[in-house]
């Protein structure tokens, strides 16, 4: 008769031993800070006690924006998932005179509505509603779903903003069309660098303030909506509000992040957004401009925005370095040759 002898088995302590714990809660939070998604986040806090009381020590966080709703709750689909056509309506009947006053010019929204973003299209939580469970971030991007600015089609339109308490630097980029460049028995007519006369006469400088008064409605609507989360969060050393479009960027440092808590914010009279200060505008166009990979851009247009008066702005060296580094691509390409170009200046009163 055979006897069945049972097997031991023998378990190392070490092999059974959860191999996450052994990895120090300082590579851990590397991990985190390079996955910085908020939504990702959220979902790795539920995994385990352990990372749930370590996501909020992360410092670097990126907040994607579903849409974008009133104070009242309803969708506002015109705001940012489609252009809004209002907008030009209205600030194309107060180009005839550039150099008045903009204080009655107002965003082409409803007046009593407050514009805010909401996280996911599911819940009502705003991004400083979310951001409350981080107690330590550093560097915060925010992403809304679309540019602000409504345009035509085939137009080309960006921009990008520094702010501290208010407006400093802001340069917008601008185009009516980008196509192949022509053949040498196509080519453009001569270009002297100059303005032609035909720019002022077929609504050509209309348009491109049209595109910059909206750029700066944009950035300092942008600008009034990030006081809470700066208020809360005074670990912040940079802050990015971008656009899934690529539209338009406002930027904040360390220096701009301290006047901002250190200075009181100016709300524009006319809408909730904080108030754009007198400036001076240097534009800069070219009929036609040639674009890297054989690529043209009709009707190229550069204008740099620096609040007027003394102690607005940085050095020009400064300046000029914020300027050619604003965009990248082959944008980044046709900024530097259009800054070579004449320079027209004009002045704007604070809106």
């Known amino acids: 008769m055979l006897k069945t002898q049972s097997k031991i088995r023998i378990h190392d302590a070490d092999i059974c031993a959860d191999q996450f714990d052994k990895i120090p809660d300082s590579v851990v939070l590397i991990i985190l800070n390079k996955i910085a998604d908020i939504r990702t986040l959220g979902r790795c806090s539920a995994v385990s006690k352990r990372l749930n009381s370590l996501v909020p020590l992360v410092e670097d966080v990126y907040v994607k924006i579903d849409k974008v709703v009133s104070i009242d709750g309803d969708s506002d689909e015109t705001l ?47 991004p400083d509603q979310v951001l409350k469970n981080f107690h330590h971030i550093h560097n915060l991007r925010i992403e809304l779903p679309s540019g ?44 002297n660098g100059s303005i032609p006369e035909s720019f002022y006469t077929n609504g050509g400088l209309k348009l491109r303030v049209v595109w910059t008064i909206s750029s700066l409605i944009a950035a300092s609507t942008r600008h009034y909506l990030l006081q809470p989360i700066i208020k809360d969060h005074p670990t912040l050393k940079t802050v990015v509000l971008t656009d899934a479009d690529g539209q338009g960027t406002l930027s904040m440092g360390c220096q701009q992040l301290r006047e901002f808590r250190e200075n009181p914010l100016i709300a ?12 001076n505008m240097r534009l800069r166009y070219a009929p036609f401009l040639e674009l890297p990979e054989g ?51 004009l002045e704007m009163n604070g809106f």
Not at 93 to 112: A, I, S
């Open 295 to 345: 690529m043209g851009m009709q009707g190229a247009t550069l204008v740099a925005i620096k609040p007027s008066g003394e102690g607005s702005g940085k050095s020009k060296k400064e300046i000029d370095t914020f300027i050619c580094g604003a965009f990248d691509g082959p944008f980044k390409a046709a900024v530097k040759a259009l800054v070579k170009r004449r320079t027209y200046l």
């Open 80 to 126: 940012y998932s489609q252009k809004p056509p209002s907008l030009f309506t209205n600030l194309l009947k107060l180009f005839f005179t550039l150099l008045k006053p903009f204080h009655h010019l107002n965003n082409g929204n409803d007046g009593n509505k407050f514009f805010f973003p909401q996280v996911s299209r599911h819940t009502s939580h705003t």
């Open 268 to 279: 524009s009279a006319s809408s909730r957004r904080t108030q754009v200060p007198a400036s």
């Open 148 to 191: 602000d600015v409504g345009t035509e089609d085939g137009v080309v339109l960006k921009w990008k903003a520094e702010f501290g308490s208010t407006l400093q630097n802001c340069v917008v980029f601008g185009g009516t069309q980008i196509e192949r460049k022509p053949g040498t028995d196509q080519r453009p007519l001569e270009d």
